[in-house]
């Protein structure tokens, strides 16, 4: 949690383990608290770690949601989307 704490933008993709599980949410829920309550501009990628931000009452403290998880890290890696392709530039 310190080195979230310090982060300006945070890029959290995936939840810490099996979450659903109670005995297994730690770890989802220590990250989940750590990014809502930091000072930097958090995106978080992917449908289970939006469900679980849910779940705890956090989605509103983070400033972005993407629940394409996997096509949110093809983006950052550089690679083409199909659907982003086909946005004319400048739009």
Request: no cysteine.
């Amino acid at each position: 949690a310190g080195h979230i704490s310090r982060a300006r933008t945070i890029f959290w993709n995936g939840p810490m383990g099996v979450f659903e599980w109670p005995r297994f949410a730690a770890g989802t829920k220590a990250v989940a608290e750590a990014v809502a309550t930091a000072d930097a501009y958090s995106i978080v990628g992917g449908a289970d770690s939006a469900r679980a931000l849910a779940e705890l009452d956090l989605a509103d403290e983070v400033s972005w949601i993407s629940t394409g998880g996997g096509a949110a890290l093809e983006l950052l890696e550089g690679k083409d989307l199909p659907g982003v392709a086909v946005i004319p530039e400048g739009t």
